[in-house]
């Protein structure tokens, strides 16, 4: 499985540039395919939902040029498709599975049109009975009401009261509004029952209007598209930033100091989900706003407040506001959110799942969630499930500023924000991080344990995680050679680090783990990829505020490759001899030099040759002999080095 780590978080500030829209960038791209004339369309989003568009239009005989820096020339067709028989696959992206259905039910050709499974599980029967009112020919090849559909040539009856269901999804009003002028004459819709997320109807209204058809309004009840609407090019199109993006942001600004500005949306939006910073604004965040930025920052008090909010109007964005209910100071509850059922994953038992697993009380309904934080989070070792659903990976990037966290299948922000994460890195200040690697006895658990004490941060011997887990696998009975079951032991481990105390099970094993034997054992299980692995997380669950001292042999280059600080500590093997040497004896137990000496080598051998994480100088971390070098002057350099890099 594919996943990401983030570490625990202790700030966010700086800028942001937003990504295009997603919801503005596929209008305009269907508008400009239906326009007469051609367009330029800058600022695009660049995401799956955009390319599955761009491939449908390119199917259907639309001329689409990339010019490049996001910007696509769009040569219009006046309305009529050139080719008239196509199948469209249309992944899992809604937006663009809408508005073509509805488009191309009154285009006159003949065409499928099919999704991802999820996607077929979304509904679409409400957009279908419309359509069939006019006159079209809409099959649902599956089950009535959900895609794949079929669509055939059929003698359109323009003209007269459309009606459509508004309260599952504003999209299929919003395919309707964009589809009906292609009939050149007066067509009312009429909306049934209480329309949902109406902002997505203003920016569907609006981007019409750009490209000159004028929709007359009557409430959120009725809508005229008059006779003689014909779409035409209004030239060049900018898109703005995407709004629901923007709110990840906005709420890192808010639970980590901030000021985190988004530029690319501000006042001047057409996208009803700019006003999640209203919603953040009543949790108690500073929020400011100009023409196209806002900006966001941690209440005075420092602690966001628990708040009751209806979000009919920022259905996606409200999703954000679950995760920075994490860091506020009572419960949230989130009302009127039914169509989080039916999105991408059913958004409501997910989010529900996910934040249990990081402690919280959350309770769930038909059309709402309530969190309740309960102290410190927690970080689940199977990791953050993200359902093929890129906000659950956006949101929960947030709680990072709890606990080190790990995200699994990041990559579904590619549906709207493919950098996602690397934009979350260049804004977010991580736990600091003090990386010492080396060989056997070159005293790094010495040094980075007088280091974490004098800084006051925390300490990680990486070794005693493979020691334990040696010990772990003999007292089981389990060879160590046994690659599955060891990193199964690895896995379990029931291990308890406090001061000089380690204890498994509840037993004190800080002896233990200490033996030649065990020292050997650890080396070979050391050296086993699946024991590596099931041990990477747990390691980096150590990296706590205020900071980690870890030492090991793949800390600076594996676990944590982003350390501010890192150390190659050695010292010759006769001087290691010595020192291991002169511990034994201290601690009254039976040693000989010559065979601590063989012991080394070996295992700098095993160590430096095994071909996972292997112990190497990375090119990135400072040298430091300490063959000659005493224990406090060793500290001091490792001191220097981190306060340089601070
Ligand atoms: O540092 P130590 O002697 O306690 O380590 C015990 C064994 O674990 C040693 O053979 C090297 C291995 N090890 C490793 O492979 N990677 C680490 N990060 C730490 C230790």
């Given at each position: 499985m594919d996943y990401i780590d983030l570490p625990e978080l202790l700030s966010a500030q700086g800028m942001v540039r937003l990504p295009g829209s997603k919801s503005i960038s596929n209008r305009v791209l269907?508008?400009?395919?239906?326009?007469?004339?051609?367009?330029?369309?800058?600022?695009?989003?660049?995401?799956?939902?955009?390319?599955?568009?761009?491939?449908?239009?390119?199917?259907?005989?639309?001329?689409?040029?990339?010019?490049?820096?996001?910007?696509?020339?769009?040569?219009?067709?006046?309305?009529?498709?050139?080719?008239?028989?196509?199948?469209?696959?249309?992944?899992?992206?809604g937006t663009a599975f809408r508005s073509l259905t509805a488009t191309l039910a009154l285009a006159g050709g003949h065409y499928t049109l099919t999704g991802i499974p999820r996607m077929h599980e979304r509904p679409i029967g409400d957009?279908?009975?419309a359509l069939r009112q006019v006159g079209a020919d809409v099959t649902c090849l599956e089950k009535e009401g959900f895609p794949p559909l079929e669509i055939r040539p059929a003698e359109i009856r323009p003209g007269g009261v459309v009606k459509i269901r508004g309260d599952v999804s504003s999209q299929f009003l919003t395919g309707l509004l964009m589809a009906l002028p292609l009939t050149g004459?007066?067509?009312?819709?009429?909306?049934?029952?209480?329309?949902?997320?109406?902002?997505?109807?203003?920016?569907?209204?609006?981007?019409?209007?750009?490209?000159?058809?004028?929709?007359?309004r009557d409430g959120w009840q009725r809508f005229v598209v008059p006779a003689g609407s014909v779409y035409r090019s209004p030239g060049v199109v900018y898109v703005e930033g995407d709004a629901s993006s923007a709110s990840y942001f906005l709420a890192l600004g808010a639970i980590g100091k901030g000021p985190l500005r988004v530029k690319g949306v501000g006042r001047d939006s057409i996208q009803g989900d700019v006003r999640f910073a209203e919603a953040l604004a009543l949790m108690g965040a500073r929020v400011e706003m100009g023409p196209n930025w806002i900006e966001a920052s941690a209440p005075v008090s420092g602690a966001l407040k628990g708040v009751e909010l209806d979000c009919n109007h920022i259905p996606d964005a409200a999703m954000t506001l679950a995760t920075a209910a994490l860091f506020a100071d009572g419960p949230t509850t989130l009302k009127n959110i039914a169509s989080w059922r039916v999105k991408e994953t059913d958004?409501?038992?997910?989010?529900?799942?996910?934040?249990?697993?990081?402690?919280?009380?959350?309770?769930?309904?038909?059309?709402?969630?309530?969190?309740?934080?309960?102290?410190?989070?927690?970080?689940?070792?199977?990791?953050?499930?993200?359902?093929?659903?890129?906000?659950?990976?956006?949101?929960?990037?947030?709680?990072?500023?709890?606990?080190?966290?790990?995200?699994?299948?990041?990559?579904?922000?590619?549906?709207?924000?493919?950098?996602?994460?690397?934009?979350?890195?260049?804004?977010?200040?991580?736990?600091?991080?003090i990386a010492i690697d080396g060989p056997s006895?070159?005293?790094?658990?010495?040094?980075?344990?007088?280091?974490?004490?004098?800084?006051?941060?925390?300490?990680?011997?990486?070794?005693?995680?493979?020691?334990?887990?040696?010990?772990?696998?003999?007292?089981?009975?389990?060879?160590?050679?046994?690659?599955?079951?060891?990193?199964g032991i690895a896995a379990g481990l029931d291990v308890e680090f406090s001061g000089d105390s380690i204890r498994m099970g509840g037993e004190e094993v800080g002896e233990a783990i200490r033996t030649e034997e065990i020292s050997s054992g650890a080396s070979l299980v050391a050296a086993l990829p699946a024991v590596r692995a099931a041990l990477l997380f747990r390691q980096r669950m150590f990296r706590r505020a205020p900071g980690l001292v870890a030492d090991g042999r793949?800390?600076?280059?594996?676990?944590?490759?982003?350390?501010?600080?890192?150390?190659?500590?050695?010292?010759?093997?006769?001087?290691?001899?010595?020192?291991?040497?002169?511990?034994?004896?201290?601690?009254?137990?039976?040693?000989?030099?010559?065979?601590?000496?063989?012991?080394?080598?070996?295992?700098?051998?095993?160590?430096?040759?095994?071909?996972?994480?292997?112990?190497?100088?990375?090119?990135?971390?400072?040298?430091?002999?300490?063959?000659?070098?005493?224990?406090?002057?060793?500290?001091?350099?490792?001191?220097?080095?981190?306060?340089?890099?601070s």
């Open positions: 269907l508008l400009a395919a239906l326009a007469e004339g051609v367009t330029e369309v800058r600022d695009l989003l660049e995401s799956d939902d955009t390319a599955r568009m761009l491939e449908a239009l390119a199917v259907l005989g639309v001329g689409v040029e990339a010019l490049g820096d996001h910007a696509y020339r769009v040569s219009g067709i006046g309305g009529d498709f050139p080719v008239k028989q196509a199948s469209l696959f249309l992944g899992n992206a957009l279908v009975d004459v007066e067509a009312t819709i009429e909306v049934v029952g209480e329309l949902i997320s109406k902002p997505y109807i203003e920016i569907t209204l609006a981007t019409m209007a750009r490209f000159g058809v004028q929709v007359v958004r409501i038992a997910a989010m529900a799942n996910e934040l249990r697993k990081l402690g919280a009380d959350v309770e769930e309904g038909a059309d709402y969630i309530r969190i309740a934080p309960r102290g410190a989070l927690l970080s689940p070792v199977c990791g953050i499930d993200t359902y093929d659903d890129h906000r659950m990976a956006m949101c929960f990037s947030l709680a990072s500023f709890g606990a080190p966290l790990r995200v699994n299948e990041p990559g579904c922000v590619a549906k709207t924000f493919p950098d996602y994460f690397e934009r979350f890195a260049g804004v977010t200040q991580p736990v600091p991080v006895a070159s005293g790094k658990g010495t040094i980075a344990a007088r280091v974490a004490s004098v800084l006051g941060w925390h300490f990680l011997d990486s070794g005693a995680l493979y020691r334990l887990t040696a010990l772990a696998a003999q007292r089981a009975g389990v060879a160590w050679s046994d690659e599955a079951a060891v990193a793949d800390m600076g280059s594996v676990v944590f490759p982003d350390a501010g600080t890192k150390i190659f500590l050695t010292a010759s093997v006769e001087v290691r001899a010595k020192r291991r040497y002169k511990q034994l004896i201290d601690k009254g137990m039976p040693a000989n030099i010559e065979p601590i000496l063989l012991d080394l080598r070996a295992r700098d051998e095993r160590d430096s040759q095994r071909s996972v994480a292997p112990l190497q100088q990375s090119a990135d971390a400072n040298l430091l002999d300490t063959s000659d070098l005493s224990i406090e002057n060793t500290v001091e350099r490792v001191l220097a080095w981190s306060k340089m890099a």
